[in-house]
């Protein structure tokens, strides 16, 4: 995995948590984690694990495998979460 | 090999359990699901030879997960300035140097405004850009998407469909 850089994908797990958006927590042999939106329901499955800290916030990201690049999927969680921003029409 | 990008929107939304097995299939997706569940989309950064070669291996697993697909189509417009440079095919620092105005560069598209402030851009607009600056060229996807969902509409018929065999054998004579 010399190639994956871990930092866009946690900021954006982060960014989707300070956005309002939540995080659902899987089953740890789920190599997927689910993001949703309180206001409409629509979600977002991505395939990484998002470990939580005791206190439910996310603290780690893993990749399910390395053929996927962080960057990519932390596209796609900024995408989501930008489309779900507040104020904006949600479709 | 290069990651192409794309989206496949589908039939209905996804279960769990069909997830769960997409993703041991594949995972260089992500899958969408609206809101009020009303649509559901598989979207896609898949390494390949060609944009054509990506969409058929993922039209294929898809199908061993059992989901229909409705149409396959270009991929969502928010881009990052890795995205640009790989669709570009230049490296990132030249992205950077075209969005700072190094080198002479003018009207490079303003960034989105995007939550947590992180630097995203349209591929609509940076397209056009591209085009506008004659920098390089963007390889034009548009027919290969209609001949993909023709493909899959024909796909979705021929079991309805006597002398199939007839009707296909014009698509064999094609190149």
Not at chain 1, 24 to 36: G, Q
Not at chain 2, 98 to 127: H, K, L, Q
Request: glycine residues 8%.
């Amino acid at each position: 995995m010399s190639d994956v850089t871990f930092e866009p994908l946690e900021t954006a797990v982060m960014i989707a948590v300070d956005a309002g958006l939540r995080w659902v927590r899987t089953d740890r042999h789920r190599p997927w984690s689910r993001l949703t939106c309180p206001s409409c329901g629509g979600s977002l499955d991505v395939p990484i694990g998002v470990e939580f800290s005791d206190s439910g916030s996310p603290c780690h990201c893993d990749l399910s495998s390395e053929q996927i690049h962080a960057d990519h999927v932390a596209r796609r969680i900024n995408a989501f979460v930008y489309r779900h921003r507040p104020g904006k029409v949600h479709r | 090999m290069k990651v192409c990008q794309f989206v496949l929107r589908l039939e209905q939304p996804l279960t769990d359990s069909q997830v769960r097995r997409l993703f041991c299939q594949t995972s260089q997706v992500c899958v969408e699901t609206g809101a009020f569940r009303r649509w559901s989309a598989v979207m896609v950064d898949r390494k390949a030879p060609s944009l054509a070669e990506a969409i058929v291996a993922t039209i294929r697993d898809l199908d061993l997960v059992g989901l229909v697909i409705i149409e396959v189509g270009p991929d969502e417009d928010i881009v990052s300035s890795s995205v640009i440079a790989e669709r570009a095919q230049c490296s990132v620092g030249t992205v950077e140097e075209w969005s700072s105005g190094a080198g002479g560069c003018t009207g490079f598209p303003e960034p989105v405004d995007m939550p947590g402030g992180v630097t995203y851009y349209r591929w609509s607009d940076i397209r056009r850009w591209i085009q506008s600056r004659g920098v390089m060229s963007v390889p034009e996807t548009a027919s290969l998407f209609v001949a993909v969902n023709f493909t899959l509409r024909l796909r979705a018929v021929a079991p309805h469909v006597q002398g199939i065999s007839a009707i296909t054998s014009l698509l064999t004579e094609i190149g």
